[in-house]
């Protein structure tokens, strides 16, 4: 893969609230992932194509979207299955300050 180092893996500053709520925050990295990735506000309209997040620490593939937010349209700042999160911070000793990379491979 080709292009600048942006187009292909992206740093997030986990925080405290991240802790807290159990999500990663992608406010500032729509451009990072598809369009067609974007789905409805609720898990009960449609959803977006899913994304597939190999996680480090995690057996499986995550899948999922990221939803929209219903007044505006806009993607919302966390991807909508955020269960691994909680794993992921623990396997990890995550703590506020600590940063994330994630990495687009195909």
């Known amino acids: ?7 292909r893996k992206r740093l997030i500053c986990v925080n405290a609230a991240n802790l807290r709520a159990k999500h990663l925050y992608l406010t500032g990295h729509a451009d990072f992932f598809p369009a067609d990735c974007y789905g409805a506000p609720t898990a009960k309209g449609t959803p977006g194509k899913p994304l597939r997040l190999d ?3 995690i057996a499986e593939p995550v899948l999922t979207d990221i939803p929209t937010e ?7 700042r966390f991807f909508r299955k955020r269960a691994w999160v909680r794993v992921f911070f623990k396997k990890h000793a995550i703590k506020p300050g600590d940063t994330v990379s994630i990495k687009r491979v195909g």
């Open 1 to 7: 893969m080709s292009g600048r180092v942006g187009d």
């Open 55 to 57: 996680v480090s620490g």
């Open 70 to 76: 219903a007044k505006s349209g806009k993607p919302r």
